[in-house]
């Protein structure tokens, strides 16, 4: 009798605390919405509680007491309410997109894992065959490949941006390399104002325009042809233009891993303010268009 009186009692203290517990989360969550509704949203709920109140079935003293008491919290706290629950929700969106930051990383690097493998065993395999047949033009490649590995590897291990003359850097390099695998097939030209290579400029991605201007423009064509880097400033905005004559670009072709990651890695870090656009030439060939808020590094030429 006595075990059963016990266990009642147990039973009875959890019930209250589920009520004190469900009473206090209701509370809350009333909170919270009074603290986040617009003030014209609670007036016309206010102006429905008089109204009823009015009529033969109402609460009237119910209703004034809950206007009252409404007010009294909108204004005293819930200003404070509002704002930590804006922060607590900025935080928790800070959060995701650092999270997606750090994928998009990933993927970049991932990417970088696939191409390079690639790219310096078809860079060395031509160095092994000109050392045979041609020893001077074999060094010089040599001598591009150790200056494309120099810009590289720390644009690799580095976090966040670096500049456009950093990206420039590269691209020279690589170029360097693959005018002398596609010889005359292959002409460049950039055309990058100084002033302008200080400007904030996400790694790689100029190269990877390039590549694929490489690859899917002027590879497929048999007397190859020529490349344009160009770079300007419209306002608060950079534009980079990578320009071939190739065979141009199947616009309603999906894109492909690299193109891809450019664009979802422009999103991240910029939002809506920066884009990647492809479009055919009337006179053949394709331009492919990095544009995002212009950056320049206002230190840069300062003396030490």
Known sequence: ??????????????????????????????????AQVPWRKLMVIWTLLILLGATPFGLPKQAAAFILISFGLK???GGKRKAELEARAAST????????????????????????????????????????????????IHEHLIAYLRSTLPQMRARGNGTLAR???LSRA????????????????IDV?????????????????????????????????????RASVDG??????????GIGFNLHAADGVGLANVRERLRILYGSRARLEIESLPEGGTR???????APDIFAGAPA
């Open 288 to 294: 492919a268009s990095i544009r995002l808020p212009y």
């Open 75 to 77: 204004v005293l706290a």
């Open 236 to 245: 608060s905005t950079l534009q980079v233009d990578v320009i071939d004559d």
């Open 93 to 140: 969106q800070a959060g995701e997109e650092s999270l997606e930051r750090r994928l998009v990383e990933a993927q970049m690097a991932a990417l970088q894992a696939q191409v390079e493998p690639h790219f310096l065993f078809n860079t060395l395999a031509l160095i092994g065959q000109l050392i045979e047949t041609d020893p001077p033009q074999a060094a010089r």
């Open 1 to 34: 009798m006595k075990k059963e009186r016990v266990i009642g009692n147990f039973s009875a203290l959890g019930f209250v605390r589920e009520v004190g517990d469900t009473a206090s989360h209701l509370w809350w969550r009333f909170f919270d919405w009074l």
């Open 174 to 189: 690589y170029l360097a390399i693959m005018q002398a695998r596609m010889r005359s097939r292959l002409a460049v030209s």
């Open 167 to 169: 990206q420039i850097e």
């Open 193 to 229: 104002p100084a002033e302008y290579q200080s400007a904030s400029f996400p790694t790689m991605m100029l190269q990877i325009l390039i590549e694929n201007a490489i690859k899917h423009g002027l590879e497929p064509k048999i007397e190859g042809g020529r490349i344009d880097i």
